[in-house]
């Protein structure tokens, strides 16, 4: 076949991976051969061309051969990164203090992609001995994976914490009062990928070459992504010069929205790596945001090695704001992780440490979770609030809402 503008041929040949990258054994060389061949029939089946947004779909989420979907793991030390609440319980012990007030008789917290369930097993404890759990602690999780290694850790807790958890394969259909909270959720949402020319706008998606192997294709930008594109550059200082490569993901407003049908009142919490819109779409970005994760390296080739790896992009938060605001949420709150944590109390968890040993050991942890080069600054906090007077304590300390 032809092969299509802009095509660049996956790393998927023969020979040591990239970047220094662990190459897949046993196990994992008959899922990637099942994803890459999955992949590659629904190309085929698309006439050769696939929105990117369509391949993450199938990448990520598609039963026993998406990321999600499959039984590797993808947390801690023995998977493909590290989330806050894998690092530390002291994280979830900073929500738990802001959930606190929101919580108690009738109120339920919902979490959205609890992972491990290392999450839910902090702020479980953490709300018994605040004396604020809620009547029902939801988990919506997507893939029947996860979902087993989070039965298998919570299984742990003492009885009167264990039967406030209910799994749930769908949205509440009943409104909830208390809290949803959606930790590295927004980042998994499928997007789309442009480019800038000098004669307008590429949609980046995924077609073959003559060999068959999965790669980038461009094709002229329409419908729905051209407006939202021309929308934007309207709107931002710079707009988009030629050579910018980036993402946009449109499914937030439906999610967002959703949510927010949900909540009845209360708070919808976020955390997650990403900006606001004109620092998102700064030339200095000109390359984009797109990063996969494969055994704690970071590199962006999303064809390298499909059904093993994440791929994500960072969250545009004002789009955020924009949905929460359109589906009558309240942008209570936004600030960096690190401000959100310092306002929060994690000080406090810290000097509670019963020796100089622990201490040491949750400072550590501290670190990681503050430090503008790791987590502290590239991940942002937001709270969206409905029928709530004041906002959440944890957002006291900073207010970057003028930079959405």
């Given at each position: 076949?032809t092969?299509?503008?802009?095509?660049?041929?996956?790393?998927?040949a023969a020979?040591?991976p990239?970047?220094?990258?662990p190459p897949?054994?046993g196990?994992?060389?008959?899922?990637?051969?099942?994803?890459s061949?999955?992949l590659?029939?629904?190309v085929?089946?698309?006439?050769?061309?696939?929105p990117?947004?369509?391949?993450?779909q199938?990448?990520?989420?598609?039963p026993?051969?998406?990321?999600?979907?499959?039984?590797a793991a993808k947390?801690?030390a023995?998977?493909d990164?590290?989330?806050?609440?894998?690092?530390?319980?002291l994280?979830g012990n900073?929500?738990?203090?802001q959930?606190?007030p929101?919580?108690?008789?009738?109120a339920a917290?919902?979490e959205?992609?609890?992972?491990?369930g290392?999450?839910?097993?902090t702020?479980?404890?953490?709300?018994?001995?605040?004396?604020a759990l809620p009547?029902?602690y939801?988990?919506?999780e997507v893939s029947?994976?996860?979902?087993e290694r989070?039965?298998?850790r919570?299984a742990?807790?003492?009885p009167?914490?264990?039967?406030?958890?209910?799994?749930?394969?769908?949205?509440?259909?009943?409104?909830?009062?208390g809290?949803v909270l959606a930790?590295?959720?927004?980042?998994a949402?499928?997007?789309?990928c442009?480019a800038?020319?000098?004669t307008g706008?590429?949609?980046?998606?995924?077609?073959?070459?003559?060999?068959?192997?999965?790669?980038?294709?461009?094709?002229?930008?329409?419908?729905?992504?051209?407006?939202e594109?021309?929308?934007?550059?309207?709107e931002?200082?710079?707009g988009?010069?030629?050579?910018?490569?980036g993402?946009?993901?449109?499914?937030?407003d439906?999610?967002i929205?959703?949510l927010?049908?949900?909540?009845?009142?209360?708070l919808?919490?976020?955390?997650?790596?990403?900006l606001?819109r004109s620092?998102l779409?700064?030339?200095?970005?000109s390359?984009g945001?797109l990063r996969?994760?494969?055994?704690?390296?970071a590199?962006?080739?999303?064809?390298?090695?499909p059904?093993?790896q994440d791929?994500?992009?960072?969250?545009d938060?004002?789009?955020?704001a924009?949905?929460a605001?359109s589906?009558?949420?309240e942008?209570a709150?936004?600030c960096?992780?690190?401000a959100?944590?310092?306002a929060?109390?994690?000080e406090?968890?810290i000097?509670?440490?019963?020796?100089?040993?622990q201490?040491?050991?949750?400072?550590?942890q501290?670190r990681e979770?503050?430090?503008?080069?790791?987590?502290?600054?590239?991940?942002?906090?937001?709270a969206?609030?409905?029928?709530?007077?004041?906002?959440?304590?944890?957002?006291?300390?900073?207010d970057l809402?003028r930079?959405?």
């Open positions: 076949m092969v299509p503008p802009e095509f660049t041929a996956p790393k998927i020979g040591p990239p970047g220094g990258l897949p054994t196990e994992q060389l008959a899922q990637l051969a099942s994803s061949a999955a590659q029939a629904l085929r089946a698309q006439g050769g061309w696939l990117f947004d369509d391949y993450l199938q990448l990520l989420y598609a026993g051969l998406g990321y999600y979907s499959a039984g947390f801690g023995a998977g990164f590290v989330t806050a609440p894998e690092l530390s319980a994280f900073c929500i738990a203090r959930c606190a929101l919580l108690g008789a009738g917290l919902l959205l992609g609890a992972g491990s290392a999450l839910a097993e702020l479980l404890r953490r709300l018994s001995q605040l004396q009547r029902h939801y988990i919506l029947a994976d996860l979902r989070q039965h298998a919570l742990s807790l003492p009167e914490l264990l039967g406030r958890v209910q799994w749930l394969d769908a949205l509440p259909a009943q409104g909830l009062r809290v930790n590295e959720v927004a980042d949402l499928p997007f789309q442009f800038a020319t000098d706008y590429l949609e980046r998606g995924v077609g073959l070459d003559a060999d068959g192997n999965l790669g980038w294709a461009a094709r002229a930008a329409g419908g729905g992504l051209l407006r594109l021309e929308r934007l550059a309207a931002l200082p710079a988009f010069a030629p050579g910018f490569h993402e946009l993901c449109r499914r937030i439906p999610w929205a959703s927010a049908a949900v909540l009845d009142e209360g919808l919490l976020l955390f997650d790596y990403g606001g620092e779409y700064h030339p200095q970005r390359a945001t996969c994760h494969y055994r704690h390296r590199h962006d080739d999303p064809f390298l090695y059904g093993l791929v994500s992009a960072w969250v938060f004002t789009r955020v924009e949905a605001s589906a009558g949420l942008v709150g936004y960096t992780q690190a959100f944590l310092l929060s109390g994690i406090q968890d000097l509670a440490a019963p020796d100089g040993a201490r040491a050991r949750v400072s550590a501290a979770l503050l430090m503008p080069g790791e987590m502290g600054e590239t991940f942002k906090a937001m969206l609030t409905r029928g709530v007077g004041t906002p959440p304590a944890g957002f006291g300390l900073q809402r930079l959405l």
